[in-house]
């Protein structure tokens, strides 16, 4: 069953107003009555409207319809109007135009004009509505279509983030350094009926503590040194949207008890002040830090770490989705030549083969660091090895991994990294096993969960 379209009609002529009721009743249409500018505009604020049909002149108000013109045009621009009117002229037909008029017709007209007025300007606002969303849908598959890659790995955090993009639920993004968090977080919210709200990003970790709370929540004027103006927070700066707290692990404990104050009450308190404000923002934060280990040692609020991961999402690092190391040299090759005004080179198999060997420690913003020094020392047709960092040439010869009867090959071999590598694999399948419980993983591996987080901390392995 269709949804019946909404018509104000405007007119201090009760039978022009009854008339018209009738017209468009038979028509399908839902229809509000108004006999004045102001009736009308008190409608249209507890109503939306599809289009509205009003009179130019009402009582001794010559330019009542003008006024209601500007005040659609302030207040509802999308909303079209028609003008109707028994003292026209072309000038008035022009100015009611230059007004945002969707069209114009004189008194007396036959209720076919009117009708096929009225379909003209639904049809209108239906397809302006259509354009805009999908101006909105194609915004938001652009934001999303920059996050590059399509191994497994990958493609299980991008189905996660559109299934959860339209909760209102908070998210917590874990991953390494550099693995892509902040765009995970901007993916969410273009997503979400958010995208046309602000997005607002801080980092915990780089303000200091005793500005981190003025900056979140803000201030008055006189509460601290230095205070010389009001200052909104960012929460109040967010209102409508969403706010993205990265490295959250290094917020101090005085501030999280705020924190999780505005989470459940939804109100900010400035500094200095006694009077709450009101907001409505949607929290995403995101840490390469073990929220759950800290809170068990006393480091983190465990409210707070329950409150906030709600709906986890992991960012797989970069080790974990090399298959992807081809896409992201090419997105970054484009992306940089397009800054430097310089040619697209391709990039050598000895080149990407280097790149799949190296472990990758600073991730995706490693990678593209790398890209850019290459397109940039570059002298040939296309990136080759000698482009490449000496860290990363040199890492492309990997020790050999001992044989089962313990003998050291003729070469040599980097024992410590050696088993530094066995530890990673085998604690990344004892995590698959145990579904990511780090309990059942210990268990698995015959550790502690002290040892385990030990582990996990000093491999940069926390947000798995």
């Given at each position: ?23 468009l009743?038979?028509?399908?249409y ?15 604020e507890?109503s939306?409207y ?21 005040w659609?045009d302030?207040n ?10 028994a ?7 022009i ?7 969707a ?12 009708r ?25 598959q652009?934001?999303i ?7 497994p ?17 908070t ?8 693995s ?5 977080a ?38 601290f040194t ?20 990265d ?22 308190t ?7 404000t ?10 390469n ?6 809170a ?27 298959d ?5 040299c090419?997105?970054?090759?484009h ?18 083969s280097?790149?799949?060997n ?5 991730n ?27 860290n990363?040439?040199?890492?492309e ?15 040599g071999m980097?024992?410590e990294?050696m ?28 550790l ?8 996990l901390?000093k ?6």
């Amino acid at each position: 069953m269709s949804v019946k379209q909404h018509v104000l009609v405007v007119d201090d002529e009760f039978s022009m107003r009854e008339l018209m009721e009738i017209v468009l009743q038979n028509d399908g249409y839902e229809v509000g009555l108004a006999d004045d500018v102001e009736s009308a505009c008190a409608l249209l604020e507890e109503s939306q409207y599809d289009v509205v049909l009003t009179d130019l002149c009402m009582g001794q108000d010559r330019n009542a319809g003008m006024r209601l013109l500007s005040w659609l045009d302030e207040n509802m621009p999308g909303t079209p109007a028609i003008m109707m009117t028994a003292h026209g002229s072309v000038e008035t037909a022009i100015e009611a135009m230059k007004r945002g008029a969707a069209d114009y017709i004189m008194k007396p007209f036959k209720n076919d004009e009117v009708r096929i007025l009225v379909k003209r300007a639904i049809a209108q606002r239906n397809l302006l509505r259509e354009n805009v969303a999908l101006r909105k849908e194609q915004a938001r598959q652009g934001d999303i279509e920059n996050m590059i890659g399509k191994s497994p790995a990958f493609q299980k955090a991008m189905n996660m983030i559109r299934r959860v993009a339209a909760l209102p639920s908070t998210v917590a993004v874990h991953g390494e350094s550099g693995s892509g968090k902040e765009l995970v977080a901007r993916a969410l919210h273009n997503l979400s009926n958010r995208s046309d709200k602000p997005f607002v990003a801080i980092n915990c970790g780089g303000i200091p503590e005793n500005l981190l709370e003025s900056e979140l929540f803000g201030h008055k004027k006189g509460s601290f040194t230095g205070a010389t103006d009001d200052k909104e927070g960012l929460f109040v700066v967010a209102n409508g949207g969403t706010i993205f707290l990265d490295e959250i692990g290094e917020m101090p404990l005085m501030l999280q008890v705020k924190l999780l104050r505005v989470l459940d009450n939804n109100t900010v308190t400035p500094v200095g002040s006694t009077t709450d404000t009101k907001v409505d923002v949607r929290l995403i934060s995101a840490t390469n830090r073990n929220l759950e280990a800290m809170a068990e040692e006393g480091t983190f609020r465990s409210d707070l770490f329950y409150r906030l991961n709600v709906i986890p999402i992991h960012v797989p690092s970069l080790r974990e989705r090399k298959d992807d190391i081809p896409l992201l040299c090419r997105h970054f090759i484009h992306l940089h030549a397009q800054k430097m005004s310089c040619d697209v080179l391709e990039i050598s198999a000895d080149a990407l083969s280097a790149l799949d060997n190296y472990n990758w420690p600073g991730n995706v913003r490693e990678l593209g660091n790398v890209m850019e020094r290459a397109l940039a020392l570059c002298m040939d047709c296309e990136i080759g090895l000698e482009d490449l960092p000496e860290n990363l040439r040199s890492y492309e010869a990997k020790p050999e991994v001992v044989s089962p009867s313990g003998e050291i090959p003729d070469g040599g071999m980097d024992m410590e990294q050696m088993i530094a590598d066995l530890e990673i694999d085998y604690i990344k399948q004892a995590l698959e096993k145990g579904r990511f419980s780090q309990k059942r993983a210990a268990s698995l591996l015959g550790l502690t969960p002290r040892s385990l987080r030990y582990r996990l901390q000093k491999y940069g392995l926390e947000g798995q």
